[in-house]
């Protein structure tokens, strides 16, 4: 979902290499907006022969299985890439966590979120979802899977096996068939693996930034998620399945630069479109065979029509949402929380009234999300990439 620049094609330029993903971010930010929205104020606009939402996540997935690998390869040091995701994850996410919580002086913090410990551990991490906790936000479950897939290629990289995404794209495909038929619920069940992990994530980040016994940190926490996306998260076949679908994105990365084939990622995406078809956790609408495959092979050909046209202009409204898609993306549900819970159940407006409320709450989300961007995102990376500069000096010298 939040995307590192790096240069994957040097003969480009930099705003042309990286414009046709600010713009697939915009696209996949503005789905889930709408995925969210269309429910309460325009109901009858709802697509249900796919999902919405589903279809900008799987977008962001990809774009994300695309970059983050290439990011840590280009810069070669591992403590530079995670204190650069720190600085560009944590700021905007710490600061909604605190607006949500103020806010529940009036509006409750959703039912989900367990008001114990674990709660507080779970968000440290961003480890929500792989350890069966809600978050503060409802879309921040997205993130558990981003951190997941960076521990994980932060493992692999260490261990010189990085290369290999096509085998991993298929490999996590299959498991999340298998896992589909066997489970059911999580097998770590209770509020002690959030706090374990919290444990665990807060002294193997600080060995891989200090540098004191990194490798085996990152093997540590590279095997702590694949744990929890097998036995901790909510719906085991899912969390499966997202990582093979960010793997394929590394694998259409390193096919685009010649270093890996196309069957892969054929193969891959075969297997996500089959992965929930004889699942045991497989009731919701939107997993349901004909609107699952509609989904994951709209946000396929999405990504493919942004790799074709990338050497073209790409509009400038799109770069710019996807510029301040991370604000967009958590700010979204608190902001629609709090409209409904003010104003009662939105369906009962008048049509006329619904109309006028969207475009207010769509330009009020725009503009706090760039508000956001400009003052809490932009210097929180700015100061990231000045750290992890001298942090990368420092280990050549």
């Known amino acids: ?24 971010r915009g696209i996949g930010a503005m789905a889930v907006v709408c995925e969210h929205m269309l429910p309460w104020l325009m109901p009858a606009l709802r697509p249900y022969w796919f999902n919405l939402g589903m279809y900008g996540v799987l977008v962001f997935f990809l774009v994300s299985g695309y970059i983050i690998p290439a990011s840590l390869e280009h810069r070669g040091d591992v403590r530079s890439f995670w204190i650069s995701r720190i600085f560009r994850l944590y700021p905007l996410y710490l600061l909604v966590i605190v607006v949500v919580l103020v806010l529940a002086i009036w509006f409750p913090v959703r039912e989900q979120v ?14 929500l979802d792989v350890v069966h906790i809600g978050g503060v936000a409802d879309p921040m479950w997205t993130l558990s899977y981003e951190m997941v897939f960076y521990l994980i290629v932060t493992a692999l990289f260490v261990g010189g096996v990085h290369t290999r995404s096509g085998t991993l794209a298929i490999v996590f495909g299959a498991v999340a068939i298998a896992a589909g038929l066997v489970l059911s619920a999580p ?29 085996a940190a990152a093997y540590a926490l590279g095997a702590m998620a694949l744990v929890l996306l097998m036995f901790g998260s909510f719906v085991p076949w899912f969390g499966a399945a997202i990582l093979a679908v960010m793997f394929t994105g590394t694998a259409i990365q390193r096919w685009e630069a010649g270093t890996g084939g196309l069957a892969p990622v054929v193969v891959s995406a075969v297997l996500v479109a089959l992965s929930p078809v004889w699942s045991i956790q497989a009731g919701w609408w939107w997993v349901q065979p004909d609107v699952w495959i509609t989904t994951v092979a709209l946000a396929g050909i999405t990504f493919g029509l942004g790799m074709a046209l990338r050497g073209r202009r790409v509009p400038g409204v799109l770069t710019w949402l996807g510029l301040i898609s991370y604000s967009i993306y958590l700010l979204h549900h608190p902001m629609l929380r ?60």
Request: charged share 15%; hydrophobic share 50%.
């Open 1 to 24: 979902m939040i995307a590192t620049q790096v240069a994957i094609a040097p003969a480009r330029t930099h705003a042309t290499r990286l414009a046709w993903l600010d713009a697939l």
């Open 114 to 127: 367990p008001r114990d410990p674990s709660a507080v551990a779970a968000h440290l991490t961003m480890l």
């Open 187 to 215: 097998l770590l069940p209770g509020p002690w693996p959030a706090i374990v992990t919290c444990v665990i994530f807060v002294a193997g980040l600080a060995c891989l930034i200090s540098g004191r016994f990194r490798t």
């Open 338 to 397: 709090v409209l409904n819970t003010a104003l009662g159940d939105l369906r009962h407006l008048s049509p006329v009234t619904r109309t006028a409320l969207m475009c207010g709450y769509v330009a009020a989300l725009l503009a706090l999300s760039w508000v956001t961007y400009r003052f809490v995102e932009f210097p929180a990376q700015r100061l990231g990439k000045r750290i992890g500069r001298r942090a990368a000096q420092e280990a050549q010298g």
